[in-house]
Every structure is written in structure tokens, then in C-alpha cells.
């Protein structure tokens, strides 16, 4: 692995400027990264002072001559900074034969991004994989799933013991295996991606501001007959919702209108207005009845405030494919 083209690391941050130094330094340790690997942190116009912090903290450690920076003039989202992030290493070092994606608030464990970069090289068919993604005490957490369906609408919102057995070939999160498996999509925390997918369909679609772009890139993958492989010896931390917001322990916090919008510009782009609105009824009857069974069992409900009414007004919207969302979406998270 001696080959200065052989992986380029992109990092985005948008006001976490104390998170993607971590996730940098996590990098940075004795034999983490093939020979001639680029790191570039991408500042999303984050307005915090982010952009004069990392930069300056990169020369500070002796980054530079392995870490680049790049600050955007406007927060374009997670596949907008990312794919500007591709493109900037790219024209400064030439394409690599690997991209990897690295949330800002990850921390890679040793030997987790060489593992992914030799599974690759091993496995040519494979055009996309993931990490096991943990908590810091090493607890695992869900990053392999199924593509989102009807039947799999149904089961996340329902969530009952005989009919999610039932139901589980379609389950959305599927279990976790103890080796190297086939997935339908990995998260985009920590993703590699054989350069060739991205000659073949593309790189990440702007239209999604943040939430499912990582979805959208691993189903035009296998539909263009690449296969998406879960890497569980890749171990690398995710501070759930650190970067975000969302997910992370405690309350839940509302869901913002980007998230039903990249679900809504995902189902009718790769499926079109009929599926969609027939997925949009199947979440609602599966949550409807899934707060019943709650209520009725006494059971605490752990779903993020007004989820249900924001879920029916964006999914009346209709939006489409357009990506015309994606600048309110902008204005919005800043």
C-alpha cells in the first residue's frame, strides 16, 4: 500500500470545529493510514470561528503536510461539502482509488480505516463499505440496514413482538453479524468509496441536505451491480448526534424539516409518487398503531416531539426530486 493515490479522507464540519480535530488526531496515530493518504477538513461557512480554528490547529500539530482545509462560502449540506471536498483533493493530488467519508464526530480506532482499505483491494466487486460504528466503551450500534420499503415502514413504526418476527426479513435494521456481510446500505459516518462507483453513478446527490444521501449512493451503486459490504473489524467511535443533534442520549429533539424532505426526495426520485404515497400511509398506520400498542401496554414513548404531525404535513407538500428544498434547508440549519 504504497501508493500515493490510493485513499483520500474527507471531513465536514459545521460548528464542531473541537470535534473534527479529535476525529483528525484519531487519524494522525502511528500506522492509521496507508502511505500517501490526503486528509482534507471541509468548513461549511459554519460562522463560529471554525474557519481560522482548524486551519490553525492543523499547523499547530504538524498536520499540514497530511491535512489540507478547505473553507465554503455557504453550508451546503453534508453531500454538498463532501463532494467539494472530493473534488478539492482530487484536483490537488490526482483521483485516488478510494474515498473515505468521516463524520466529524468519529474517533477511528487503530487499524480501522487500513482494515477497510485491504477489504476493498480484496473484494473488487465491492464498491462501498462501512465501519462497525460504537460507543466509547466499545458498545455497538446499528449501521448496517435494508433499504426503506413499505412492509419496512410498517415494521419500524409498529414495533410488536410476533409481527415484527414476522415482518423482520424487512425490517429495516437488520442484525448485526460478527463477520464481513453484504448490506443493502452502511452508514455514511464512516463509508469508503471505491472511486470507480463514483465514475459510474455519480457522487452524492445535492438535493438531500442532510440524512439519506448515503442511501440514495449505495442503491444507485447496486443497481449499477457494485455490492455494499458491512466491515466489522473497521471499528471506529460515533458520538451519536454531536455533530447533529439528533440521536444522541437524553430527550429527543424534534425532527428538522430537512429530515422529511430527504425522505420524501428519496422515495419518489428512486421510486416515484405512487410507492411513495403508498410508503407514507404505511408509516403513518405503523406508527398510529405503535402508539397504541404503547399506551396500551404503558409502555414510555420515545419518539421526537410532533413526529407524527411533521411526518403528514411534509409528506402533503409532495415534494420532489427537484432539490429545490435544499436551499431553505440551508437557511434553516444555519
Given at each position: 500500500m504504497?501508493r ?8 465536514v464540519?459545521y460548528?464542531?470545529?473541537?470535534l ?9 496515530q502511528?500506522?492509521m ?6 486528509v482534507?477538513?471541509v ?7 471554525s474557519?481560522?480554528k482548524?486551519p490553525?490547529?492543523?499547523?499547530s ?18 453531500s ?6 472530493i473534488?478539492f483533493?482530487?484536483?490537488?493530488y ?14 477511528a480506532?487503530a487499524?480501522?480505516i487500513?482494515s477497510l ?5 480484496r473484494h ?9 460504528l ?5 458498545t ?58 463514483i ?25 449499477a ?6 466491515m ?14 439528533l ?6 429533539k ?9 425522505r420524501?426526495r428519496?422515495?419518489?426520485?428512486n ?5 411513495t404515497a ?15 400498542r ?15 404531525r411533521?411526518?403528514?404535513?411534509h409528506?402533503l ?7 429545490a ?10
Amino acid at each position: 500500500m504504497r501508493r500515493a493515490d490510493l485513499l483520500h479522507i474527507v471531513i465536514v464540519n459545521y460548528r464542531t470545529a473541537e470535534l473534527a480535530l479529535d476525529s483528525v488526531a484519531s487519524l494522525m496515530q502511528p500506522n492509521m493510514l496507508p502511505e500517501g493518504t490526503r486528509v482534507v477538513v471541509v468548513d461549511g461557512a459554519s460562522g463560529d470561528g471554525s474557519a481560522v480554528k482548524l486551519p490553525a490547529a492543523i499547523v499547530s500539530n504538524g498536520w499540514q503536510e497530511r491535512v489540507d482545509f478547505l473553507a465554503l462560502g455557504v453550508n451546503g449540506g453534508f453531500s454538498y461539502g463532501n463532494n467539494r471536498g472530493i473534488e478539492f483533493l482530487a484536483e490537488r493530488y490526482g483521483k485516488p482509488k478510494y474515498v473515505h467519508l468521516l463524520n466529524p464526530d468519529t474517533i477511528a480506532r487503530a487499524g480501522s480505516i487500513t482494515s477497510l482499505v485491504e477489504f476493498m483491494e480484496r473484494h473488487p466487486r465491492c464498491g462501498i463499505a462501512g465501519s462497525q460504528l460504537e460507543d466509547p466503551d466499545g458498545t455497538r450500534q446499528a449501521c448496517v440496514f435494508r433499504f426503506p420499503s413499505v412492509i419496512g415502514e410498517f415494521e419500524t413504526g409498529i414495533q410488536f413482538g410476533l409481527l415484527t418476527k414476522l415482518l423482520g426479513r424487512w425490517a429495516g435494521v437488520p442484525k448485526l453479524a460478527e463477520a464481513p456481510a453484504l448490506a443493502d446500505w452502511v452508514c455514511g459516518a464512516s463509508m469508503i468509496i471505491r472511486d470507480r462507483v463514483i465514475d459510474d453513478v455519480g457522487s452524492l446527490d445535492e438535493g438531500y441536505f442532510l440524512y439519506h444521501e448515503e442511501v440514495d449512493l449505495c442503491l444507485r451503486a447496486t443497481r449499477a451491480g457494485w455490492e455494499c459490504w458491512y466491515m466489522p473489524e473497521s471499528r471506529v467511535v460515533h458520538l451519536v448526534g454531536q455533530a447533529t443533534g439528533l440521536g444522541a442520549p437524553g430527550r429527543p429533539k424534534r425532527l428538522p424539516a430537512y429530515w422529511f424532505e430527504s425522505r420524501q426526495r428519496y422515495y419518489i426520485k428512486n421510486h416515484g409518487s405512487f410507492y411513495t404515497a403508498i410508503a407514507n400511509c404505511s408509516w403513518v398506520a405503523g406508527h398510529v398503531l405503535g402508539r397504541v400498542r404503547r399506551a396500551v401496554k404503558r409502555e414510555p414513548n420515545f419518539d421526537p416531539p410532533y413526529l407524527l404531525r411533521d411526518f403528514v404535513k411534509h409528506a402533503l407538500r409532495g415534494i420532489g426530486p427537484s432539490g429545490a428544498f435544499r436551499r431553505s434547508a440551508t437557511v434553516n440549519a444555519q
